[in-house]
């Protein structure tokens, strides 16, 4: 099957964690469950500190703090799922509740 990277990107809000909502945080402990009776795999999840932590290796070798773009959204976590096609990783990205953000789906390269 292929494999999809699933990006969450969301506002950062100053208690992080503490501010998701408790449905929030539910629909998300749900989707594991959600995606297994689609038939599709979660390979890989992570949840990511907050932006404050990231440091960017630029071309140069010059590190600095922070993301690389500057936005209002940042990433906040990402999975990969194997899936049957895109439009089933699609239907998997909208079983994520998005407070302020978005979810991105992108097809990984074949190895």
């Given at each position: 099957?292929?494999?999809?990277a ?17 449905e929030?945080?539910?629909a ?13 795999t979660?390979?890989n ?42 439009d ?24």
């Amino acid at each position: 099957m292929p494999q999809y990277a699933v990006l969450i990107y969301e506002k950062e809000t100053p208690g992080g964690v503490a501010d998701i909502p408790p449905e929030v945080m539910e629909a998300n402990m749900r989707a594991g469950e959600q995606i297994a009776a689609m038939g599709a795999t979660v390979i890989n999840e992570q949840a990511l500190q907050p932006s404050a932590t990231t440091r960017t290796i630029h071309k140069n070798g010059l590190v600095t703090d922070g993301p690389f773009i500057e936005s209002k959204e940042v990433i906040a976590g990402f999975f990969v799922v194997e899936a049957a096609d895109l439009d089933q990783a699609i239907a998997i990205g909208k079983l994520l509740p998005i407070m302020d953000g978005a979810v991105e789906v992108r097809p990984l390269l074949a190895q």
